[in-house]
């Protein structure tokens, strides 16, 4: 592969492996002992998405030290030992926020620098992608990636694979060397890396440049592989990439290239006969059908990810599907089958998580949940319902999702201000825009500038002047 104009991400030594870590896990298999740390994880309350790999990073000494999140649940595992024990880096010598100057002799061995936003060479080390909680260590390259738009600074953010983007995307006449497992596992975290950018931030400062990787996993699926295992992987990782990509568009308002994606995944999924990509394809699809006014559509592509998603054994996944056959109900104005599926959605989500759950369903909580059933009242015009639903999604979200904060808040003003609550919708108004420095989302504005509208015969309630004046001197976005 040619070299890129970025710094290496190689370190100057390889990882050291993780011994202590490995005989830890016994005669489990790394997939076995991913379960054994998601059921310990419940058992405390946290969130994480372990997985094989995940198991097979840390014993490769990849991660040096586990985030906040995993650091607690591998302690609960095993009681009485410390970090040192498990064969882990001390934090201080990982995760602080200061730059430490490339090839510095003191950069313990497995570290991969990434370029700093200024362009200066120097090197942080780098944001986990499994994180999905709120570390107060985080470096601030994923906001910088937003905020700015710079390219360099995305680039970091997305992590290796973003890296490969400018030599994977060339000519097409230009040969390509056969994709490897580090090409497969780069995808795989690129995705988690866009995925974590959105919970944050939302969609429109990242979605063109995530087009970019997904442009390089299609010409590493043409380039092919040398085994099996790792064609079926990039096929998963490109399709995975290719709904993570439809959804940016789909949440800035770019509905046709939504569908396109979409569209894509599905066909990879069918091909590949993947039911776990292809139930994902048919959710997304269904949700996009649902906001750009076709709800039958919305309703027939919910039904066919629930017929692919049953064997899958996910009573949340199919709790989520439920909630999109719901969302296509509401817009053909039927209650009662939006009803239905709103109570076969919350009896579902009630049995709780499982090992089966999806790793790209981490957003999908009560939160969510009441999001979700405050936008099906609210099509079905029963503003007090609505409001009651979102001010609990609100409520109820991990900080860690700043997006969906905004967009419950706003959809929580929306109702307030359609049900005739004025003063209570321009407050709810005023905290979203205190979160736009955060989050760049269309849907989010979308949904003020409706607001804005409702508000203005009410310009002498009380608040609501001062959420007009801020609406109107917010940045027109394109």
Do not use: K
Not at 79 to 89: N, W
Not at 136 to 163: I, K, Q
Not at 218 to 237: E, F, I
Not at 419 to 443: F, K, M, T, W, Y
């Amino acid at each position: 592969m040619a070299s890129s104009t970025v710094t290496s991400s190689q370190p100057d030594r390889p990882p050291r492996p993780n011994l202590a870590f490995r005989q830890l896990r016994g005669r489990r298999s790394p997939a076995e002992f991913a379960a054994q740390v998601r059921r310990a994880a419940r058992e405390i309350g946290e969130r994480v998405s372990c997985d094989a790999r995940y198991v097979g990073r840390v014993e490769a000494g990849e991660i040096r030290c586990p985030n906040y999140a995993y650091e607690r649940v591998f302690l609960h595992m095993f009681p009485g030992r410390t970090l040192a024990d498990l064969g882990f880096a001390p934090r201080s010598s990982v995760r602080g926020r200061a730059a430490r100057p490339a090839g510095d002799a003191s950069s313990a061995a497995g570290t991969h620098p990434v370029p700093a936003a200024g362009g200066t060479g120097a090197a942080v080390e780098p944001e986990d992608p499994y994180d999905t909680h709120q570390n107060h260590e985080e470096s601030d390259v994923l906001r910088r990636a937003f905020m700015t738009g710079g390219g360099a600074t995305v680039a970091a953010a997305l992590g290796p694979f973003a890296l490969t983007t400018d030599t994977a995307a060339g000519p097409a006449d230009r040969p390509y060397r056969r994709a490897g497992s580090s090409e497969a596992t780069a995808l795989e975290e690129a995705v988690r890396r866009i995925r974590l950018l959105d919970d944050r931030h939302g969609a429109d400062g990242l979605y063109r440049r995530a087009a970019a990787p997904l442009r390089a996993a299609y010409t590493l699926l043409d380039a092919g592989a040398t085994r099996q295992t790792t064609v079926d992987r990039l096929h998963s990782g490109a399709g995975e990439l290719a709904i993570s990509v439809g959804w940016l568009a789909h949440d800035s308002g770019r509905f046709d290239d939504a569908r396109s994606h979409y569209a894509e995944a599905l066909a990879t999924a069918r091909m590949i006969a993947d039911p776990a990509l292809e139930a994902h394809a048919f959710c997304n699809t269904a949700f996009l059908a649902r906001d750009a006014g076709r709800p039958r559509e919305a309703v027939r592509a919910a039904q066919a990810a629930q017929r692919v998603g049953r064997a899958l054994g996910s009573a949340r996944l199919m709790s989520l599907l439920a909630l999109r056959e719901a969302g296509g109900w509401a817009g053909l104005a039927d209650r009662t089958g939006c009803e239905q599926a709103l109570a076969r959605a919350q009896a579902l989500y009630e049995r709780g998580r499982s090992d089966a759950d999806p790793e790209w369903m981490s957003f999908y909580g009560q939160a969510e949940l009441e999001g979700l059933e405050a936008q099906c009242w609210s099509m079905l015009g029963d503003w007090p319902r609505a409001a009651r639903h979102a001010r609990r999604a609100a409520q109820l979200q991990d900080p860690h999702f700043t997006r969906n904060i905004a967009l419950y808040t706003a959809e929580l003003a929306d109702d307030l201000a359609r049900g005739g609550l004025p003063d209570e919708a321009a407050q709810a108004g005023i905290r979203v825009l205190g979160l736009l420095d955060q989050v760049q989302s269309s849907r989010v504005h979308s949904i003020l500038a409706g607001t804005a509208r409702v508000l203005l015969p009410h310009r002498r309630a009380s608040g609501v002047s001062e959420f007009l004046e801020r609406h109107a001197s917010l940045p027109r976005t394109v």
